[in-house]
Antibody
Framework: EVQLVESGGDLVQPGGSLRLSCAASGFTFSNYWMSWVRQAPGKGLEWVANIKHDGSEQYYVDYVKGRFTISRDNAKNSLFLQMNSLRAEDTAVYYC???????????????WGQGTMVTVSS | QSVLTQPPSVSAAPGQKVTISCSGSSSNIGHNYVSWYQQLPGTAPKVLIHENNKRPSGIPDRFSGSKSGTSATLDINGLQTGDEADYYCGTWDTSLSARVFGGGTKLTVL
């Protein structure tokens, strides 16, 4: 079964750090771009970052640049999101998602994890 | 403020058809694939449409997508009460070098 399972969400104080993990199974992880998408309570979806299948390219939404780092370990079928200098507005459910690429163009997110909750509060 | 614009809510009766619009620009919808997602309450999103108008296996043909210029549309025919959910459009924005979503549309089946 194709599956993504996130972990690492927690309650953290403003200015703190957290590392999220996403364990992939049921597919050849090293063949796919991967993303992190978040959803603040009662709000819409917001893409956070993605990483190319071999880790050679990463892209970020503007307001996490310099604070968040996406990475992957293809040998361990794992995706990570290192979050530093956390702010209250980073409070959200964080999903990892598999990116579909058609030819050379990013298409959809076809597989999603169940999400992990990050709460930034004092 | 989302890069892609969707109506906040739509509603229709069971068995009817509803259309959800998604408006963007030449840097996103105009030159990139559009996808649509359904998010039922308390669950992760699920892809309904990819590559503008293709349905993944298992998605009923009641759901259809289209794109014209800088806008896209999701049609849902034969509405069922189980279709009540939030719906999001998404694409890549070439100018931003970022994935973008619409703000989401809440569908109510009356």
């Amino acid at each position: 079964e194709v599956q993504l399972v996130e972990s690492g969400g927690d309650l953290v104080q403003p200015g703190g750090s957290l590392r999220l993990s996403c364990a992939a199974s049921g597919f050849t992880f090293s063949n796919y771009w991967m993303s992190w998408v978040r959803q603040a309570p009662g709000k819409g979806l917001e893409w956070v970052a993605n990483i190319k299948h071999d880790g050679s390219e990463q892209y970020y939404v503007d307001y996490v640049k310099g604070r968040f780092t996406i990475s992957r370990d293809n040998a361990k079928n794992s995706l990570f999101l290192q979050m530093n200098s956390l702010r209250a507005e980073d409070t959200a459910v964080y999903y990892c998602a598999r990116d579909i690429v058609v030819a050379t163009s990013l298409d959809a997110f076809d597989i999603w994890g169940q999400g992990t909750m990050v709460t930034v509060s004092s | 403020q989302s890069v892609l614009t969707q109506p906040p809510s739509v509603s229709a009766a069971p068995g009817q058809k509803v259309t959800i619009s998604c408006s963007g620009s030449s840097s996103n919808i105009g030159h990139n694939y559009v996808s649509w997602y359904q998010q039922l309450p308390g669950t992760a999103p699920k892809v309904l449409i990819h590559e503008n108008n293709k349905r993944p296996s298992g998605i009923p043909d009641r759901f259809s997508g289209s794109k014209s210029g800088t806008s896209a549309t999701l049609d849902i025919n034969g509405l069922q009460t189980g279709d009540e959910a939030d719906y999001y459009c998404g694409t890549w924005d070439t100018s931003l070098s970022a994935r973008v979503f619409g703000g989401g549309t809440k569908l109510t089946v009356l």
